[in-house]
């Protein structure tokens, strides 16, 4: 069965820090491309990192850049976002997903439809 298993989620206080995984089961995660994604209640859902699968070249949206670290583990066939500095603003549901053809780098935003293959997705909670 093709699926990406999320795990890492929580509740964490201001400044704090968490690293979101993403297991791939029934392909390969290495052939694509991983994007992170996230849905705040009442918002649309915002691609804010991606990495290639080729050179790893990454793209971080502007609310996120300097403060999380997209990276791939090929062996583990696993993907990561380490989110440090969290913030209020920063609580949502998180998702991770595998798309194909895709070359992540600053001049790309991720867009949900550019992705086939999703996580069931993560709470993040920030708050005090």
């Known amino acids: 069965q093709v699926q990406l298993v999320q795990s890492g989620g929580g509740l964490v206080q201001p400044g704090g820090s968490l690293t979101l995984s993403c297991a791939a089961s029934g392909f390969r995660l290495d052939y694509y491309a991983i994007g992170w994604f996230r849905q705040a209640p009442g918002k649309e859902r915002e691609g804010i990192s991606c990495?290639?699968?080729?050179?790893?070249?990454?793209y971080y949206a502007d609310s996120v850049k300097g403060r999380f670290t997209i990276s791939r583990d090929n062996a583990k066939n696993t993907g990561y976002l380490q989110m440090n500095s969290l913030k209020p603003e920063d609580t949502a549901v998180y998702y991770c997903a595998a798309g194909d053809a895709l070359y992540c780098d600053s001049g790309y935003s991720p867009s949900p439809t550019d992705f086939g293959t999703w996580g069931q997705g993560t709470q993040v909670t920030i708050s005090s």
């Open positions: 990495i290639s699968r080729v050179d790893g070249a990454t």
